[in-house]
């Protein structure tokens, strides 16, 4: 029985790799795609304000094409004030400038605004694209090494379960399977603990004297009267100066 106790240490151990191995089947897909999506996200934000600043530029140069037909429209109305005779059609004419006036000042601080805020994004964009460089680098590196990882995880399951095989066999009937039945319901799998400091290596409950002795005899297959988990008393090493 002893022997058979140590070999499912050893099956605990292996058994742990190959769980990790299968959990990141299920993790690594997924934070994948949480990096692929702060790509996506950034990328996002920078599109948003290039298309703002695309949309301030058409802006100005229809700003900039009203001002020019309001300029001419002006000059227009301030060479008819040469040719006008009449004080009442000069005074008509006078108040059209006045109003061209008014809408050329108007158009000129449009633009001078959407110069400003087409300036403003172009410099937060330089910003963002040096960002977006670094994360992307960043995140790519991650994400091909997640990918590798998940790409090899069958071989090295393989490798794990071939190790598995050859101890297998080597342990009797009854405690295996105990072993594979409290894997099942146990939290994280852990079915066998080795005795820690006089307690249960899985939740750490003090063991009662006469258990302690029946474990450290080894002869018989023990489980912890709290977690349930199989003990298996392991002789401290002996340490030299």
């Known amino acids: 029985?002893?022997?058979?106790?140590?070999?499912?240490?050893?099956?605990?151990?292996?058994?742990?790799?190959?769980?990790?191995?299968r959990q990141s089947q299920n993790d690594f897909p997924g934070e994948?795609?949480?990096?692929?999506?702060?790509?996506?996200?950034?990328?996002?934000?920078?599109?948003?304000?290039?298309?703002?600043?695309?949309?301030?530029?058409?802006?100005?140069?229809?700003?900039?094409?009203?001002?020019?037909?309001?300029?001419?429209?002006?000059?227009?109305?301030?060479?008819?004030?040469?040719?006008?005779?009449?004080?009442?059609?000069?005074?008509?004419?006078?108040?059209?400038?006045?109003?061209?006036?008014?809408?050329?000042?108007?158009?000129e601080r449009l633009i001078l605004e959407t110069i400003e805020s087409v300036e403003n994004i172009t410099s937060k964009l330089e910003g963002d694209r040096e960002y977006f460089k670094e994360l992307?680098?960043?995140?790519?590196?991650?994400?091909?090494?997640l990918t590798a990882k998940l790409n090899s995880v069958d071989t090295h399951v393989k490798g794990w379960e071939k190790k598995r095989s050859v101890i297998e066999p080597n342990v009797e009937r009854r405690p295996l399977n105990q072993y594979n039945?409290?894997?099942?319901?146990?939290?994280?799998?852990?079915?066998?603990?080795?005795?820690?400091?006089?307690?249960?290596?899985?939740?750490?409950?003090?063991?009662?004297?006469?258990?302690?002795?029946?474990a450290r005899k080894g002869d018989t297959l023990m489980r912890c009267e709290n977690c349930g988990r199989i003990l298996v008393w392991v002789e401290p090493e002996e340490t030299s100066e």
């Open 1 to 21: 029985m002893r022997e058979s106790l140590f070999k499912l240490l050893e099956l605990q151990e292996i058994d742990k790799e190959i769980d990790v191995l």
């Open 181 to 214: 039945r409290i894997r099942r319901v146990v939290k994280g799998g852990v079915a066998v603990v080795a005795v820690l400091k006089n307690s249960c290596g899985g939740c750490f409950r003090q063991l009662a004297p006469q258990r302690m002795v029946d």
């Open 136 to 145: 992307e680098k960043e995140r790519n590196e991650r994400i091909d090494e």
């Open 32 to 107: 994948i795609e949480q990096l692929q999506n702060e790509l996506k996200t950034a990328r996002d934000h920078m599109d948003t304000k290039q298309k703002q600043s695309e949309e301030l530029e058409k802006n100005r140069r229809t700003l900039e094409r009203d001002l020019e037909a309001v300029n001419q429209d002006l000059q227009k109305h301030q060479e008819r004030l040469n040719e006008i005779t009449t004080n009442r059609e000069y005074d008509a004419v006078q108040h059209e400038i006045e109003a061209l006036t008014i809408r050329k000042n108007e158009q």
